[in-house]
Nanobody
Framework: QVQLVESGGGSVQAGGSLRLSCAAS????????MGWFRQAPGKEREGVAV????????YYADSVKGRFTIAQDNAKNTLYLQMNILKPEDTAMYYCAAVRPGGTKFGSCTFGYWGQGTQVTVSS
């Protein structure tokens, strides 16, 4: 059973930090890739970061490189997104995502399972 539950969103000022968490069911967590997406009001959902279960460095959208870090805790089946130096344009609903064939392609994986999302708001 696929289960993804995000937490950790909130409101911060520009330059601040937040850490998002995604608790995944064991079945979901052991897929080839897990990732984070975001969707701002009036915009399409976009990929943010991907973590691969096999060899390979994490993949990041250009807009977050050097500021965001994706990581995992295997003991807790939890995926994280550490967000530093936040900007107002980072304001969005953030979604944890798991692999599903035929889904949205990002970072050489296709994602089709989504959590309920957690809101991040960055004020200037």
């Amino acid at each position: 059973q696929v289960q993804l539950v995000e937490s950790g969103g909130g409101s911060v000022q520009a330059g601040g930090s937040l850490r998002l968490s995604c608790a995944a069911s064991e079945y979901t967590y052991k897929t080839a890739c897990m990732g984070w997406f975001r969707q701002a009001p009036g915009k399409e959902r976009e990929g943010v970061a991907v973590l691969y279960s096999g060899p390979g460095s994490p993949y990041y959208a250009d807009s977050v490189k050097g500021r965001f870090t994706i990581a995992q805790d295997n003991a807790k089946n939890t995926l994280y997104l550490q967000m530093n130096i936040l900007k107002p344009e980072d304001t969005a609903m953030y979604y944890c995502a798991a692999v599903r064939p035929g889904g949205t392609k990002f970072g050489s994986c296709t994602f089709g399972y989504w959590g309920q999302g957690t809101q991040v708001t960055v004020s200037s």
